[in-house]
T-cell receptor, first 112, second 110 residues
Framework: EAQVTQNPRYLITVTGKKLTVTCSQN?????MSWYRQDPGLGLRQIYY???????DKGDVPEGYKVSRKEKRNFPLILESPSPNQTSLYFC???????????FGDGTRLSIL | GQQLNQSPQSMFIQEGEDVSMNCTSS?????WLWYKQEPGEGPVLLIA?????ELTSNGRLTAQFGITRKDSFLNISASIPSDVGIYFC??????????FGKGTRLSVIA
């Protein structure tokens, strides 16, 4: 089954404790992306990757890092999480930058 | 960054009614997409539009790519309880990042 898999689905942690949210897709997609979803603000892009070893900032990249060492994986790293990064996060992938994106089921992060 | 104006923000309708929502932009897009998000899940693609003036249907859903390339509409006919969710429009130009509207929350009263 074609899918985008995120882990963990839920995480409660404390300020400053580094965390990584993994994202993996099995569709051999070149394009991958991370979004955060907040009430009243919709989906905002954090980072995206057009291909392996190529990453670019989205609209809200501050406080986040990503890496794309292989095509299927695109982890989101919060080096020093803060409460304002409490949000619902989605990973997405597509065959190309102009193709419709397929979304994972989301990761709900709470930073205390 | 670019923003899309999506309206209405929320709708409460009776089962069986038709629904209409729209998105407008100050920028021209080459692609318009409509997604639906249900609780606890990620957005799922409903309809993709690639050509100005294009009208595309998916079951009871119909979406149109505006002639000016700055707007798009989604209509749902004869709504049913499982239509409940948040509907997002998204626009894209070339390989630039997808821009999302803030969503329309649809509630269907049986």
């Amino acid at each position: 089954e074609a899918q985008v898999t995120q882990n963990p689905r839920y995480l409660i942690t404390v300020t400053g404790k580094k965390l990584t949210v993994t994202c993996s897709q099995n569709m051999n997609h070149e394009y991958m992306s991370w979004y955060r979803q907040d009430p009243g603000l919709g989906l905002r892009q954090i980072y995206y990757s057009m291909n392996v070893e190529v990453t670019d900032k989205g609209d809200v990249p501050e406080g986040y890092k990503v890496s794309r060492k292989e095509k299927r994986n695109f982890p989101l790293i919060l080096e020093s999480p803060s409460p304002n990064q409490t949000s619902l996060y989605f990973c997405a992938s597509s065959a190309g930058g102009s193709q419709p994106q397929h979304f994972g089921d989301g990761t709900r992060l709470s930073i205390l | 960054g670019q923003q899309l104006n999506q309206s209405p923000q929320s709708m409460f309708i009776q089962e069986g009614e038709d629904v209409s929502m729209n998105c407008t932009s100050s920028s021209i897009f080459n692609t318009w997409l409509w997604y639906k998000q249900e609780p606890g899940e990620g957005p799922v693609l409903l309809i993709a539009l690639y050509k100005a003036g294009e009208l595309t249907s998916n079951g009871r859903l119909t979406a149109q790519f505006g002639i000016t390339r700055k707007d798009s509409f989604l209509n749902i006919s004869a709504s049913i309880p499982s239509d409940v969710g948040i509907y997002f429009c998204a626009g894209q130009s070339g390989n630039t990042p997808l821009v999302f509207g803030k969503g329309t929350r649809l509630s269907v009263i049986a």
